[in-house]
């Protein structure tokens, strides 16, 4: 199922994304030591020239790098799935294929590929364990968890890496800035009360995530942010609509970074529900849809949603936003290609969530 990709490691873990050069005498500054989201000492390479990324958040970020030719294969989602990777990385959704539908990996297409280092999902602990000890392949275990500075740390590591450090610390400050320009209007003003956000992710109504950064950056309250995930190691709080009704939200936010055709949530199905009517969000017809995880994060995405949020929450504070032109603005900066926005938006139909107010 598509949300096993959005599971989360338990939440008393710290990522660790450091390097240290490798203590081996024999081979001085050849290798060097990564310590993943797992806690695991892996020794890389100094430079990766052949990497193979089973997890889609890595993968964007090494074609945001301009490393896309390191790459030796590709996972099902990717392949099948996602509508921003063909735009993003035209023709490398052709490269061989080493993930199934059911998260199972070819392991003999992988030796065959010969890459030297894989990056697997923290999440699926079994797979990246697998993978390293049945290839003898070292293979790193990394995801943001849904964390600002988690995805700045995975942007430099794969930097240094790659050795492709001074993009990755560009767009680490293009991001930043982002980020701060946001808080920044949003702090100066100090709208107060914060407004109180429900957001409905991975395919039902009532699935929501504990924790979703670009909310808070957006200077409004996830309703869910102090409850436990409803299974260890995940982001994911099942509730039912008796909760959401006594949370009482400002605004509702539904999954909508799938193809139009996919979504099995939809705005109009908040708006229709007649146990909902009493809500604020409903009432006030402020239900809309917004990014998300789309197995995990893509880096653009994430700056563009921060950007977006805010002015549905503060409408006033960012006079002129236009999601379109932005969105352009972001991707051309973290990809190189032109209008790759507006393309996307053909396909999920994001262009016209603001003109919902």
């Keep these: 199922m598509i949300e ?4 989360q490691a338990a939440a008393g873990w710290l990522l660790l994304l450091f390097l240290v050069p490798a203590s081996s005498v024999a081979a001085p500054q050849k290798t060097r030591t990564v310590i993943d989201n797992l806690g695991r000492s892996i020794t890389v390479p100094a430079r990766i020239e052949r990497v193979l990324s089973l997890q889609p958040e890595i993968t964007r970020i090494i074609v945001a790098l301009g490393a896309a030719d390191r790459l030796a294969g590709i996972d099902h989602f990717l392949r099948t799935n996602d509508p921003l990777f063909k735009i993003i990385a035209p023709g490398q959704d052709r490269l061989p294929l080493v ?22 999902a923290p999440e699926d602990r079994t797979v990246v364990e697998a993978l390293q000890s049945k290839t003898g392949i070292p293979t790193i275990a990394l995801s943001s968890q849904g964390r600002f500075d988690r995805l700045i740390a995975e ?10 450090s001074e993009r990755a ?63 260890l190691g995940t982001l994911i709080a099942n509730v039912n609509l008796e909760t959401i009704i006594a949370w009482n939200p400002d605004s509702i936010l539904v999954h909508g970074n799938y193809p139009i055709h996919q979504r099995a949530v939809t705005t109009s199905q908040f708006l229709s529900d007649r146990r909902l009517r009493a ?4 009432r006030d017809r402020r239900v809309y849809y917004t990014f998300g995880f789309w197995n995990w994060w893509d880096p653009a995405e994430v700056l563009l949603e921060t ?14 936003f236009d999601l379109e032109s932005r969105g352009n603005a972001i991707f051309k900066k973290f990809y190189g290609v032109e209008r ?18």
């Design 340 to 357: 790759a926005f507006s393309i996307l938006s053909a396909t999920i139909g994001c262009g016209a969530w603001l003109d919902a107010r």
């Design 279 to 282: 809500v604020r969000a409903v």
């Design 155 to 164: 942007i430099g590591l794969l930097g240094s890496v790659l050795d492709r």
């Design 4 to 7: 096993r990709r959005f599971l």
């Design 169 to 231: 610390a560009e767009l680490i400050a293009f991001f930043q800035a982002g980020i701060e320009a946001v808080q920044t209007r949003i702090r100066e003003a100090a709208p107060e009360p914060k407004p109180r956000v429900y957001l409905a992710f991975w395919g039902s109504p009532t699935r929501t995530p504990v924790h979703y950064e670009p909310v808070d950056a957006a200077g409004a309250v996830n309703v869910a942010e102090n409850l436990l995930p409803s299974f």
């Design 307 to 320: 950007a977006y949020l805010a002015r549905l929450f503060h409408p006033g504070l960012f006079p002129g």
């Design 99 to 120: 993930s199934m539908a059911d998260y199972n990996v070819n392991m003999e297409m992988v030796l065959r590929l010969a890459p030297e280092a894989i990056f697997g």
